[in-house]
């Protein structure tokens, strides 16, 4: 009688393992299937000049972004971003030699766009918001209206109006 008890509260023992197991891994896929699906842009600035030598001595800097999710994203704005969320709006000189990507635009998977802006007009813009230095960051705006937001950039406006 006594080994029966034992083998019936192994089983229910075993029978709970199981369980648990199949609930754990249960939750891990639907975390991993979550994860994959976000939108994932990274933003980031970039210094064209550094990339290739027929731009050196060219004075501007890149906003680019690059989706490293596994579904198409569609990019409305790239633009330079203030502290306290407020965009910097500089005057749209355009660059000869660069081209800037046509918003809004699809990226697919490991696809990047990018926009390109002289160091004169950042600068220009900073001191017409009153502000000398400050931390810029490069952001985007994806098509549900999330902006992505870079790493930042400590920058001085007079020296970047006098490049």
Partial sequence: MLIKEFLLSYKDIILLLLALWGAGLSTFNFLKIIQKEKRKLD???RHPS???GAHSGCQHLEV???????RPVTVNQIYILLPHAKKLLTLNDAIPSLVDTKLPAKLED???AAKCYTYQSIGQALIHEKIKKVKIYPACEDSTGKIHRGKALKVNAEELAGM
């Fill in 50 to 52: 550094s990339m290739n």
């Fill in 64 to 70: 680019k972004v690059i989706n490293n999710g596994h």
């Fill in 110 to 112: 490991g696809a990047s």
């Fill in 43 to 45: 933003v980031q600035f």
